[in-house]
T-cell receptor, first 114, second 109 residues
Framework: SQTIHQWPATLVQPVGSPLSLECTVEGTSNPNLYWYRQAAGRGLQLLFYSVGIGQISSEVPQNLSASRPQDRQFILSSKKLLLSDSGFYLC?????????????FGPGTRLTVT | GQNIDQPTEMTATEGAIVQINCTYQ??????LFWYQQHAGEAPTFLSYNVLDGLEEKGRFSSFLSRSKGYSYLLLKELQMKDSASYLC??????????WGAGTKLIIKP
């Protein structure tokens, strides 16, 4: 069965510090991978998605970047965090199953920038 | 622009039935998803509709009308553990998911 891992679970970082969040997927090949951010009480905002190694699409201009160095690894980074980067970061994967591409989410990282 | 509308919050009683509505305006349509998200946790997949009609999965059912840009999630025999946010998402013509802000469902004994 497929599993998705994210770490760390929680993170408190000062403004201006760097960020690296990692996501890995097991039990599937060539998945689509996604990074979302969710502000408190809000919906999901798609930040990046990737359809393959080295292929990254950015949905919104921001202070963040993403990389996919391996098929099942997706990394979210920042060189200098802003207060507005605080939120719940979710990694997700999807593959086509009978025409459906439902996404499955990792446990998330709660980031607080102070 | 693309838009998904859901009520912000609903309250229901344990053992009752509740219907959570979702209306959408998107550039194209390639399916509608419902997810459940408990507080502080990641969303989990509930249902997928791509054709008009009702899909039933145990206590949960999801309905779609593409001509009306409308869906609902029906929860029967409510349990306290059903207290959560319910997210509606539509896949547009580019196969990107557009997410609603979610409906917080509060279940009272």
């Amino acid at each position: 069965s497929q599993t998705i891992h994210q770490w760390p679970a929680t993170l408190v970082q000062p403004v201006g510090s760097p960020l690296s969040l990692e996501c890995t997927v097991e039990g599937t090949s060539n998945p689509n991978l996604y990074w979302y951010r969710q502000a408190a009480g809000r919906g999901l905002q798609l930040l990046f998605y990737s359809v393959g190694i080295g292929q990254i699409s950015s949905e919104v201009p921001q202070n963040l970047s993403a990389s996919r160095p391996q098929d099942r690894q997706f990394i979210l980074s920042s060189k200098k965090l802003l207060l507005s980067d605080s939120g719940f970061y979710l990694c997700a994967w999807s593959v086509e199953v009978s025409g459906s591409y439902e996404q499955y989410f990792g446990p998330g990282t709660r980031l607080t920038v102070t | 622009g693309q838009n998904i509308d859901q009520p912000t919050e609903m309250t229901a009683t344990e053992g009752a039935i509740v219907q959570i509505n979702c209306t959408y305006q998107t550039s194209g349509f390639n399916g509608l998803f419902w997810y459940q998200q408990h507080a502080g946790e990641a969303p989990t997949f509930l249902s997928y509709n791509v054709l008009d009609g009702l899909e039933e999965k145990g206590r949960f059912s999801s309905f779609l009308s593409r001509s009306k840009g409308y869906s609902y999630l029906l929860l029967k025999e409510l349990q306290m553990k059903d207290s959560a946010s319910y997210l509606c998402a539509v896949r547009d013509r580019d196969y990107q998911l557009i997410w609603g802000a979610g409906t917080k469902l509060i279940i009272k004994p």
